[in-house]
């Protein structure tokens, strides 16, 4: 079994950073972000492979950074220079499967969700 606890959202003003955290109960070898507005659907922003490898969405390119220990774990996202429009429930989600897709389909573990809101 795979269980997801993400930790680390909270609310910023525009211009400000958060630092998301998501623990694994065991190791899968991709791992990624995805956030949800109200009332959309989930959206990828970041992934991260057993390599290292990683790739973002445009939106996320230049201010967000994925990693990972894998000692413990963990997925991280730094996210730096926030909008209002980052404004959003993010998920960690995992996948035994080739990293290589955003669609929310090929993730089979999630977890529960951190809020993020950027204030203006």
């Known amino acids: 079994s795979q269980q997801l606890v993400e930790s680390g959202g909270g609310s910023v003003q525009a211009g400000g950073s958060l630092r998301l955290s998501c623990a694994a109960s065991r190791y899968i070898h991709c791992m990624g972000w995805f956030r949800q507005a109200p009332e959309k659907g989930r959206e990828g922003v970041a992934r991260i492979d057993l390599s290292g490898r990683t790739a973002y969405a445009d939106s996320a390119k230049g201010r967000f950074t994925i990693s990972k220990d894998n000692a413990k774990n963990t997925l991280y996202l730094q996210m730096d220079s926030l909008k209002p429009e980052d404004t959003a429930i993010y998920y960690c989600?995992?996948?035994?499967?080739?990293?290589?897709?955003?669609?929310?389909?090929?993730?089979?573990?999630w977890g529960q969700g951190t809020q993020v809101t950027v204030s203006s």
């Open positions: 989600a995992a996948t035994g499967s080739d990293c290589n897709s955003w669609r929310e389909a090929t993730y089979p573990y």
